[in-house]
């Protein structure tokens, strides 16, 4: 059975056509790669093929579907994709506009400063939370002119990565 | 003689003085926060006590915890590590009032070397040569008018009491001086409570080079040599390296006498750092003292063979210094990369987290001074240096190319780090021929900054391993069909696995 | 020049060769059996191939198979480290007939040196003393006995293709002399397909002191120092350093110019070893040669500055010798342990198995070469060593206290090691004195036998730390009872598993 | 609920009192502990008791009952003692004079040579079965006047850690 599974802004067909042992026959796309695979440790894969050694680790994500993947160039976001996937990705097409809407905080950190309130109207470049991790301050801005909608944490808070901190709203929409 | 040390600190800071002490047959005793009960200097010393919550102002800055751990534990000396409460005249001065040893100088070197203008001024009277400039606190407008008309533009002002960059403002014209003395006075009040400020001349390509002092109680003073430290980001060192590339054999003896006189003006007593500023017409000024071991003390260690953890501890035992001038030689060349736990491509934003997988570069000439393992979270509350990697080679150009290969060897998956970047540095021309000075980073930035290509064949080994990854955890968890697997028993599927039908 | 290089071994070496070339900018190829697919130099390596089922002679010993790899690879050298293939005068006139370059010497100097007598003549026609006795195949047992009376007792009897101690026989008596002539010899036919034994006098107290040497493809060679390497065990070394406890200068430069010439003598190319016997007296015998890189390679490496496998390299480019004798100097200390899976408790058993955790020893002065990682399982088929650990001091004492730390934080479960054992030997007297000869061990023999007790509180520690283990993993397993959580939820659940209910 | 719990020769109670974050309180015999215990890696505790850090390693063995301790000083096998423990310790008290009849295997390796057949009678010091593990060879002797009962094992076969190979059976029970 084939997935299709994204990178980047790439998404390829994948097939696993054959499997003995350690080797595999794999078809990427129009690619058929006939290789060695093994984990050789806790989500680290030795690959060979053509010759060639590579060494890829994995970070598995909150789904079994979501990985980070380390090659020796590069970092890259991985996920394969089922029907799930896919009714989950169809659902949220709507909401992608928001994204930008949505301040995260990228790292586990201390919210040191809110120089903002609920209802606040903010211009592009504005500060609207202030967090510290590792003794280093970030000040997270507003890409637009916006109004704060709603602040989901208060200054001296421990945020965790990826934790939703203020949510705004467009101009347009509030008017 | 010293017995038992406690380590005022945390980090690979922490295990690198532990060792030491080991190997000299003393106690260790580590203190640690709350968020530190995990941490490897906790794993690593002979005793540990938890001095209080994360923050530092409520654990590895609070004197009073640390002084009565020291106590209850008998501990006969305190090594302060670098940073918390290494530089802090304070501790230095409790620490004596309460007998117990604390390696490192007394109180008057720190505050001496502290205070930038009473530096300066301390330099001028040894003969130091100091940058250009006010060697008094400016108050007066008028006179700051003078001294830049007589030093020349561009020119810097700094605040005394001052460090990380606040309180600095670049002057480049005549225009631009009184509103910048202005800010720097108050950004100067605001940061350090004083609003004392100096004006020094800006010196245009500035090489960042240090030298490594020994002083022992008795007056005997000697220098390690060098440390080369221009590669900074945001005056922060990435990468130092021993010998220079820039400065000459004369240059070096020279710099080195005035380096030992710099310590002996404060009667210095331990290992101390003389940083100097040097052009590129090889002018050379004294730009501060860190009282203190630094972070790149390795390098020196590695190229004058001796453990200056050790050394420091002969000296606060009241022993005379184990080498003469004469005795010290460099032999080969090292280079020390800073690793940090942060996000290079998204502008250096720090990145604490939990370590999940890592591959430590050893063998011939490397060295690894590091304090993260396998499942350890590195705390948000600290500095984000995991480790330090330090190659030597016999020649400057086998230090890189065996740093390009520990580099290639350094594996860590679970928190983003600085290891492609320096990478890069490694790759950059102006790095291997030994060229560069402060502004590198900045000079090379498209360089710096533009991540390798991973070809259509190292994308797809990337979706291929994450794909069999997620095959092999579905067939774990889904156990046989029964109408497939009648009849079947588990040792069978077991076998079966390997072949699998999808 | 060499580009591309074919390393036929496995394990740390294999690794430790790779680390070079690409240092040198050269690409690798690795070879491994079947038992070797997860090994760490597969992984390492640029290119990777399989060569055959898990025995050695069915893939690390099948020339056919690695020179067919080196040709598909397009490899245009092989390394073939130790052990295995590189000692091999077939495998070295192989691949010149192929085209490919072997790296170390070629097969007319291969096979004088692995025959015995054939190096003992050499040896004597150069001017290398060898231990007194006969320099010819002994056939006639008249012979034998007039050799004898000559030399005087006790004398050892060897086969001349001998190696591991077979076809050896100590004779204290002579009516032990003909029986035991006559057993050595049908044991050297068994083993070796060859009776020819001869005789030596046999050395008392010997010292193994060997001596490293370069030699280029011009003629030139050059000695890097000696190696004491009296530490053994059942003719295995354990432990080896440089510079010896044992020899003067004066006998350094002595042997060192015996050690070239030897080299000479077969016009030797690469890297090699003389080793020599040293009596308490310091006369010294030229013992054997070692026609390749010693698995105790790296304590030169650290005290002399110089990357052996480098420079095997640049010999094998037909480059001359990046060094002349006068350049070379012994800086500071260096001792190397080495670590075997196997169980010294138990009469050195082997104990392959898979390793759970593993903290390697880093720091300063510190070098761990070795290839297994956590959920590695070491296969039976090959060495049972897993790493060799170096350190290196400015003095021996600093050095022995360096390598008490290393052993103190290197810490492996999963198979029993050799770890507690060479501690002891760092804590023995004579180990500390740098006063032993190849008897030590048995001589110590209690002592290095004796674990160290570990109190009760110590042992409580261990059933307290299983105990909590028990019962967490226990609480995982079993959910919550219904009748007990009802109303709960699990994150409740959660928070109250830290405050066990039992 | 107090455990019972066995090391070396050596059967001690021990007991959790108290346990509130990695805070302990534990009984062993009369000495009660109180004191700091944190598993910091897989396997891997860290336990600060009266100031003095021990760190100790653990390998989980068979049953979760049994483990495989390291301490800094030495090794230990400790075992877990409960009520089915118990029965089992008390049901192999019969055979237990059969354990030196047993020939286990205490590494994996490979059957080099087997000197002995079904039946044959054995002396003390007599060689039974030769095992080559990382290039050394290893004899496993009889230990006492026996019978050769059973051979599990052939020339050229692996065999794994403890593996049984060879049963004996005392000349008196022959008899």
Known sequence: ???????????????????????????????????????????????????????????????????????????????????????????????????????????????????????????????LVVVEAMKMQSEFKATGDKIVQAILVKEGDTVDSHQLMIKLENVEAAE | MIKKVLVANRGEIAIRIMRSCRELGLVTVAVFSEADRKAMHVRYADEAYCIGPAPSRESYLNIDTIIAVAKQSKADAIHPGYGFLSENAGFSERCKAEGIKFIGPDAYAIRTMGDKITARQTMIASGVPVVPGTTEKLSDEVKAVEVVNQIGLPVMIKASAGGGGKGMRLVKSMDELIPSLRM??????????????????????????????????????????????????????????????????????????????????????????????????????????????????????????????????????????????????????????RIYAEDPDNNFMPNPGTIKHITVPLGLGVRYDGYVYEGYEIPMHYDPMICKLITWGKTRTEAIARMRRALYEY????????????????????????????????????????????????????????????????????????????????????????????
């Open chain 2, 411 to 502: 594996k860590i998956t679970g928190v983003k780090t600085s290891i492609k970047f320096l990478e890069r540095i490694m790759d950059t021309p102006e790095f291997v021929e030994g060229k560069y000075n402060t502004h590198f980073i900045e000079d090379n930035h498209d360089r710096l900054f533009t991540t390798k290509p991973c070809g259509i064949e190292c994308e797809d080994m990337a979706l291929i391993a994450a794909f069999i990854d997620y095959l092999d955890k579905l067939a774990e968890v889904q156990p046989p069909k029964y109408t497939e697997e009648l009849g079947s028993n588990w040792k069978d599927f077991g076998r079966k696995r390997n072949v699998l039908r999808l």
């Open chain 1, 1 to 127: 059975m084939a997935y299709e599974i994204s990178i980047k802004n790439r998404t390829a067909k994948i097939d696993l056509l054959n499997r003995v042992g350690s080797k595999a026959l794999i078809a990427v796309d129009d690619h058929k790669y006939d290789l060695d695979i093994v984990e050789v440790e806790k989500g680290v894969y030795s690959i060979l093929y053509n010759g060639q050694s590579y060494n890829v680790e994995l970070i598995r994500g909150e789904s079994s579907k979501k990985y980070v993947v380390n090659t020796f160039a590069k970092t890259f976001n991985v996920e394969v994709i089922d029907a799930e996937s896919k009714y989950i990705s169809n659902r949220n097409q709507g909401l992608e506009v928001e994204g930008a809407n949505h301040i995260l905080s990228p790292m586990p950190g201390k919210i040191v400063k809110i120089p903002v309130k609920v209802g606040d109207l903010v211009t592009t470049g504005q500060t």
């Open chain 2, 184 to 337: 720097a006075k108050s950004e100067a009040m605001n940061a350090f409570g004083d609003d004392a400020v100096y004006i020094e001349k800006y010196i245009e390509s500035p090489h960042h080079i240090e030298f490594q002092i020994l002083a022992d109680q008795h007056g005997n003073v000697i220098h390690l040599f060098e440390r080369e430290c221009s590669i900074q980001r945001r005056h922060q060192k990435v990468i130092e390296e021993t010998p220079s590339p820039l400065i000459t054999d004369a240059l070096r003896t020279e710099m080195g006498e005035k380096a030992v006189a710099a310590a002996k003006a404060v009667n210095y007593e331990g290992a101390g750092t003389i940083e100097f500023i040097v052009s590129d017409q090889l002018e050379y000024y004294f730009l501060e003292m860190n009282t203190r071991l630094q972070v790149e003390h390795p390098v020196t260690e590695r190229v004058v063979g001796v453990d200056l953890v050790k050394e420091q501890i002969n000296i606060a035992n009241g022993l005379p210094l184990t080498y003469r001038q004469e005795e010290l030689r460099q032999n080969g060349h090292a280079i020390q990369c």
